[in-house]
């Protein structure tokens, strides 16, 4: 049976890219790492991709914000990879900024193992948060040169212009080394807030467009702010304590899951 990974593997967004664990752990047996944009092409029927139309397999999926609402293009993948394989979900979540969060998906019966990065009241499922919480780089040292900087998705700018400024295309050392030599981030990216809690950052959210599920269901919750009020809501942000050795506990933990499963089959 063939096992395949998949996430959305694109560079230009750093958190998605980093968020595979192919990146952290090894794996005893032959597997396929397939971009998650390309199975999406593949079961929308465009030409030359009829090969990712992927059944009766083993598909690891996550992370990323990959649970959404039904019919959106992101959560049609999802649907029809669990209808047609037996899945493991590995640190996916939560996102949409209009819509109900479709978790039904997680309960279906090809969803061998399920660890989902949200915490919300009322669904039944195991927190399992990001696992770019393995990445080596959080274990380097780098001096804090500034009290206060701005990290921004490239789709959701900050209109914060007086502040060191980094965006989430950017390279994964450039990234790290940003948050670290900072006391607060401001960030409109999830992994920007993610980062921060791991490193004992005080951190807060920009956003005049409404709270994304992403940030609504973190284990850790954080305020909101706007060009408007951002200096008067960082004198009040806190940090979290402790998150990165327990994120890496939950992943190793989940891991040895995995291999397990696979060992059985």
Not at 52 to 69: A, Q, V
């Amino acid at each position: 049976m063939r096992i395949i990974f998949t996430n959305v593997n694109f560079p230009g967004n750093v958190g998605d890219f980093w968020s595979s664990p192919l990146k952290y752990y090894k794996f005893p047996f032959k597997y396929e790492h397939i971009h998650l944009l390309d199975i999406h092409r593949g079961i929308t029927n465009v030409g030359g991709y009829d090969r990712f139309k992927i059944k009766d397999s083993i598909i690891i999926i996550g992370g990323g914000g990959l649970l959404t609402y039904k019919n959106n293009y992101v959560q049609n993948v999802i649907d029809y990879l669990t209808k047609n394989n037996q899945v493991i979900l590995w640190s996916i979540g939560s996102n949409t900024t209009t819509d109900i969060v479709d978790y039904s998906i997680v309960g279906h019966d090809n969803v061998k193992l399920a660890g989902i990065r949200d915490i919300v009241y009322g669904e039944k499922f195991d927190y399992l948060p990001c696992v770019s919480c393995k990445h080596t780089l959080f274990d380097n040292d780098v001096e804090v040169t500034d009290d206060v900087g701005v990290y921004e998705h490239i789709d959701l700018p900050i209109n914060i212009d007086n502040l060191p400024k980094l965006k989430n295309s950017a390279k994964i050392d450039d990234v790290f080394n940003f948050i670290k030599s900072k006391n607060t981030i401001i960030t409109s990216t999830f992994h920007g807030v993610y980062w921060s809690q791991l490193l004992n950052k005080k951190v807060i959210y920009y956003t005049n467009t409404g709270l994304n599920s992403k940030f609504v269901n973190l284990k850790h919750r954080i305020d909101t702010c706007d060009e408007n009020n951002y200096l008067e809501k960082i004198q009040d942000v806190s940090y979290v304590e402790g998150m990165l050795l327990e994120s890496r506990k939950i992943n190793d933990d989940f891991y040895q899951k995995v291999l397990k499963f696979i060992k059985n089959l």
